[in-house]
């Protein structure tokens, strides 16, 4: 009947179920690990690797509850920050030398903590990441922990998705269901599976429902909202489905996924599809860029700001590349020219001697564009922007021609949805009674909501990997 019997099944191989992985396996459990992709890492190995510290267990909890408005229980809350307070030391252990976060800084961005004014924000400490040979803190951090999962040669199978869960109406989850690349394979799990095969950054249709627009990602292809399917065919109920984090990024045709735009001057600005301007583009923290692009005109039913178009001169196009190529997904297949000249020559970005030109290549009423380019320059003059309140310091003028347009999309880096979990990182069901021997970490159903503030991801899938995996060991190995 089973192919493999072990006691932990562990679906992905990412930043929490490596966490997972290697508390089981500290534990005793035999563990076995199925990743849908020919290599681990997930969104892990392309992230920026922070991790967030937090001084204050109350503070803290008070702050992220605001964020959640409600959706997430306190003592998940608070189980999080206990546990995740431990994440450095843990990292050490294995052997991570660990740093304040390196923070590539072009112009002023929000501060240490993404919403000062909400309380308890005091409460929250700096960001750390891994020490590395790398520029990527997220490739410094999935190498510590692959070679640890190598070293203690906890089993992988490789490019073998999960495709269901087994469940006994006794005795709860049983086992899954996989397939290689020659058949379909059959493992027992005598205590539990874990579920940490990430969230649906790479389903359109996903998107539609959950969304109402079309995302694009900058991580793993693999993330394909399975993990939702298979815990729904179970009963469990669903949280933070509208919940993302994303930037405003670039999207060419010739790939699957979006390319991180870090403009290396604040001599920009975002407009929309017709030329106006809408939001404060040096002062929104980069994992809320998606909430003003979801606007719709109710008379048109148009979705004006998606794309919408970053704008600069020529001051700011000499001054860097205008994207960050060195992670994300297109670290392994891009990387980007030092003075953008090459992106111009594949018409990436649009050239034009003047404004209204440039207008009319991307299709706006030449007037609006010009209007606005000359009002933001006065308020440049002023250093005052008294619709968006872009900092005074930012406000640096469009003037030197040509000038230079590129679409910009809201670009996934992960998606908070998927099944429900309670602080034990067990899966409940709609009524919120646990699916007996079924588990959770990591961005599969994460405790964030809308409000995300940075360098929480990391932090929960390592929390609660570790917690999900004592909880699993924990389980009495089921009958028969
Ligand atoms: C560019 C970028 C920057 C980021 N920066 C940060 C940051 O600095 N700090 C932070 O906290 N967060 C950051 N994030 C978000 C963070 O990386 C993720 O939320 C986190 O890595 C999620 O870890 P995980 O283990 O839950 O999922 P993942 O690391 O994505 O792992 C999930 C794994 O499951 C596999 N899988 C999927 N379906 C199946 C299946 N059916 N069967 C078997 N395996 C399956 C996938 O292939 C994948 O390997 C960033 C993300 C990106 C893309």
Request: neutral net charge; aromatic residues 10%; charged residues 20%.
């Amino acid at each position: 009947m089973w192919d493999y019997e072990v006691d932990v099944v562990i679906v992905g191989l990412g930043c929490a179920g490596s966490a997972a992985a290697l508390t089981a396996f500290d534990a005793g459990a035999k563990v076995l690990v199925l990743e849908k992709n020919a290599e681990g890492g997930g969104n892990t190995r392309y992230s920026g690797g922070s991790m967030r510290l937090y001084t204050d267990v109350i503070k803290s909890a008070d702050y992220i509850e605001h964020l959640c408005e409600g959706t997430t229980e306190r003592d998940v809350i608070e189980t999080f920050i206990e546990e995740a307070s431990k994440n450095p030391d843990w990292m050490k252990g294995l052997g991570a030398e660990i740093a304040s976060r390196h923070l590539p800084k072009k112009y002023p961005t929000s501060a240490t903590v993404a919403y000062p004014n909400t309380p308890g924000s005091e409460g929250m400490g700096p960001r750390v990441q891994v020490k590395g040979m790398t520029s990527s803190a997220g490739v410094e951090m999935w190498g510590v922990l692959a070679r640890q999962v190598a070293q203690k040669q906890i089993p992988v199978l490789y490019s073998t998705p999960v495709r269901q869960l087994l469940r006994d109406k006794d005795e709860g989850v049983t086992g899954v269901v996989a397939a290689t690349t020659e058949k379909e394979i059959r493992i027992k799990a005598r205590r539990a599976v874990i579920l940490t095969c990430g969230g649906f950054e790479y389903d359109p249709l996903m998107h539609l429902n959950y969304f109402g627009h079309r995302y694009f990602a900058l991580g793993n292809p693999g993330n394909t909202g399975d993990g939702i399917r298979l815990a729904a065919e179970l009963g469990a109920d669903l949280w933070h489905m509208s919940a993302c984090a994303a930037t405003l990024s670039f999207k060419f045709p010739e790939f699957e996924f979006g390319i991180r735009q870090f403009i290396p001057s604040p001599g920009f600005i975002f407009v929309d599809q017709l030329g106006k301007r809408y939001m404060d583009e040096t002062g929104t923290d980069t994992h809320l860029m998606w909430a003003p692009t979801s606007y719709i005109d109710t008379k048109t039913l148009q979705k004006t700001r998606m794309p919408s178009y970053v704008i600069v001169d020529e001051d700011t196009r000499t001054r860097g590349p205008l994207a960050e190529t060195g992670r994300g997904k297109v670290s392994d297949v891009y990387q980007w020219s030092p003075d953008n000249t090459a992106e111009i020559r594949k018409g990436w970005i649009k050239a034009a001697n003047t404004v209204a030109e440039l207008a009319t290549q991307l299709g706006m009423q030449p007037d609006a564009l010009s209007t606005t380019v000359a009002q933001y320059n006065l308020q440049c003059v002023g250093g005052y922007d008294p619709e968006f309140g872009r900092a005074p310091d930012t406000l640096v003028p469009l003037g030197r021609p040509p000038y230079y347009a590129v679409e910009v999309w809201p670009c996934l880096y992960n998606t908070q949805g998927g099944p429900k979990r309670n602080a034990r990182a067990q899966i409940l069901d709609v009524r919120g009674q646990p699916i007996k021997r079924l588990y959770s970490a990591g961005e599969l159903g994460s405790l964030w909501h809308r409000n995300y503030p940075g360098a929480g991801n990391l932090s929960e899938a390592l929390a609660f990997g570790r917690i999900a995996a004592r909880n699993a060991v924990a389980e009495a190995p089921v009958r028969g």
